[in-house]
């Protein structure tokens, strides 16, 4: 690994978003503060009345970004974030901190002199469940407590939508207007989420809080039905990578535009290491696929894994703080023979991994056996399960054969045997599906799993574009997120092609994050319309600003609208260069209404009079269209 930077070069994004602040809510059970983003808005210049304005309120949002672009917080990767919730986890008073790392593998990178230079400095002994203990949020929830946890997702769920009626006045009726939904059985509270109704949604299972109990520095998210649709970007480096601060200014600018979960998909040799910087540095949830470190353990030969070998990864890895495992146990001997007249086979990393080890042995996928061996592990640190879908379809042909659905009944048995044991667990599903296949993803999925939150990779809808398949998986995403998937894990540019560099993990992520929206909005989500709402209204007054800092992605709204208008008093003018001042619908509107203002009648009526009287002109003019 080469750490080498140009001089003056900064690693890690920090810039605060335009027009935004960060703002901390109070709990009222527990002494929390939840981080949100404020985007302050213009004033509304009221028409033929020059010099009058109107103030607008400013509008709240969901901000992943955690302390990154809070100006006040000082960042040293060095040091790692902030431990949030360190005390929250101590004073429940079931966990223990360790005298040593419980992994050999752990162990042995540890006390090995020649990676001095690669580790982070200000590693913490490892926190584990006191025996007998079982630490996972389900574990509490189905006790009865609503923890910290718990009550710092409902603040962060609602984004402060309480204070509307009373920030909006006389807005509020045209600016809180939101369509009814179709939520396919969804059942969101309507008015606002309680730390009550988080407990309940995580006790039976449809919601799951992925929080390790060694990865305090995260901020408390949760992936269910019931809630905003969320998305998890891969990250991972490859035999060719850069540096660590590359890696973690990787999750850094993923979280900046809006991962709610990262993915450490990282190979090759120090993946160890790059695991304790990322995780020590990051404030969303991570989640591994740990059979892939696993294998690299066995030199890449999959027919040498062991259980033992495996094992030890887990323990390696949720005491460094991964917060879910992916875990491949439904890809079944049996299986595996359905696959064989598929175009494209397993494309699972993780299945076609244990698909060698079946075949090999001959023998049942040890993580199937070992399943309950597993729950063990998981409770002790509250590792959340991510069920793989190792024989998910990897083509539009495959989409919905025997081998996927056999599969997610085997998840739905695997689900219920982690229920038993008070461990969260989400279920990861397909893949390439066409549109008219999607929606029975879904009804099997909740059919055989119990609620248990789905997790998709798209679904891409068709297979013929390379290159661009963050759409052809955005259109599937956005379809399954509004039938009731949970969580939409996104897939780049790159996908298919290589590795995804810092322009395909942003534009991965912004193409997720209209996937998702649009889900909320189709589904009816309390108060998600209202961003939509404020942008709409900004756009229609040209504030242009307003509209630029509105936006998911304000710096390309801004640099597209630079590109042929970049005076300052562009930025204000009514109209922009696609239609030109004569030719803006908006402007056009807005003299109709300014006109009905004048005369006071009403719009409709203003309509029909002005056109009576560009009619009486054209006739005037002598009825000459070309004059
Ligand atoms: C999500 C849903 N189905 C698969 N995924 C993600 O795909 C999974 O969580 C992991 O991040 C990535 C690669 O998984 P495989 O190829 O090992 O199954
Ligand atoms: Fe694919």
Redesign the pocket.
């Known amino acids: 690994m080469k750490t080498e930077k140009q001089p003056g070069e900064q690693t890690i994004s920090r810039a605060p978003f335009p027009a935004s602040k960060k703002i901390f809510v109070k709990g009222q059970i527990h002494e929390i503060e939840v981080a949100m983003r404020e985007v302050s808005l213009s004033d509304t210049q009221l028409h033929g009345r020059f010099g009058e304005t109107e103030p607008n309120a400013p509008v709240t949002l969901y901000d992943t970004s955690g302390p990154y672009t809070d100006t006040s917080v000082e960042i040293d990767i060095k040091k790692g974030l902030s431990r949030l919730r360190k005390t929250w986890i101590f004073d429940r008073g079931d966990v223990e901190q360790l005298d040593h790392i419980s992994s050999d593998y752990g162990n042995q990178r540890a006390n090995d002199e020649k990676l001095d230079h690669l580790r982070f400095a200000h590693i913490s002994k490892p926190f584990r469940a006191k025996k007998g203990q079982n630490v996972s949020q389900m574990h509490y929830a189905r006790k009865g407590i609503i923890t910290p946890e718990m009550e710092y997702i409902a603040i962060r769920e609602n984004q402060r939508a309480d204070l509307l009626k009373e920030q909006l006045n006389g807005q509020y009726e045209v600016m809180s207007h939101q369509h009814p939904g179709q939520s396919f059985g969804a059942l969101t509270p309507t008015g606002y989420i309680t730390p009550e109704f988080v407990r309940q949604e995580v006790a039976a299972g449809r919601a799951v809080i992925p929080a390790n109990i060694n990865h305090p520095e995260l901020e408390p998210m949760i992936i269910g039905r019931n809630f905003l649709v969320k998305i ?1 970007a ?1 990250i991972g480096n490859s035999a060719v990578t850069s540096s660590i601060e590359e890696e973690v200014e990787k999750a850094v600018w993923a979280c900046r535009w809006g991962a709610d979960t990262i ?1 450490d ?1 990282s190979t090759g040799k120090n993946i160890h290491e790059t695991r304790e910087w990322i995780i020590r540095n990051s404030p969303v949830p991570i ?1 591994t ?1 740990p059979i ?1 470190q696993a294998l690299e353990k066995v030199n890449g030969k999959a027919e040498d894994l062991t259980w033992e070998i495996f094992r030890d990864t887990l323990i390696e890895q949720a005491e460094q703080g991964v917060d879910y495992f ?1 875990i ?1 146990a439904g890809v079944l001997l049996r299986y595996v023979p359905l696959t064989a007249k598929r175009i494209t086979g397993i ?5 076609s991994i244990m698909a060698k080890w079946c075949l090999a042995h001959h023998k049942e996928n040890f993580l199937y056996t070992h399943f309950e061996d597993i729950c063990e592990i998981m409770k002790a640190y509250d590792v959340s399960f ?1 069920l ?3 024989l ?1 379809p990897g083509c539009i042909a495959d989409a919905n054969d025997a081998a996927q659905f056999g599969e997610l009944e085997t998840l739905g048995e695997l689900t219920k045997i982690a229920w038993k044991h008070d461990i969260q667990t989400i279920i ?4 390439h599906v066409p549109m008219h296949l999607i929606k029975a993803n879904m009804d099997k999925q909740l059919e055989h799993c119990s609620e248990a939150p789905f ?3 798209g679904p891409l809808t068709t297979d013929i574009a390379p290159g661009y398949d963050h759409i052809t998986s955005a259109i599937g995403a956005a379809m399954i997120g509004w039938f009731g998937t949970a969580m939409l ?1 996104y897939v780049t540019p790159k996908e298919h092609l290589g590795l995804p560099n810092k322009k395909d993990v942003k534009d991965g992520v912004i193409t997720y994050k209209i996937a998702a929206h649009a889900a909320d909005l189709a589904k009816g989500h309390p108060g998600a319309q209202y961003r939509d709402n404020a942008l709409s209204k900004a756009r229609f007054e040209f504030r242009w600003e307003d509209q630029f800092n509105l936006s998911l992605d304000p710096d390309t709204a801004k640099e597209f609208h630079d590109e042929t208008l970049p005076a300052d008093g562009a930025k204000i003018a009514h109209f922009c260069s696609m239609c030109g001042p004569n030719f803006c619908s908006m402007k056009i509107t807005q003299d109709v209404r300014a006109y009905a203002d004048k005369q006071g009648v009403d719009a409709q009526e203003a309509l029909l009079k002005g056109m009576e009287e560009k009619s009486a002109e054209f006739l005037n003019k002598g009825s000459e269209i070309y004059l």
């Open positions: 998890n891969n993915m998909l989640g696929v892939y992916t491949h494309v699972s990393r993780g299945g991510s793989g879908d190792g998910r990861e599903g397909p893949g997790y998709t990779l894990c």
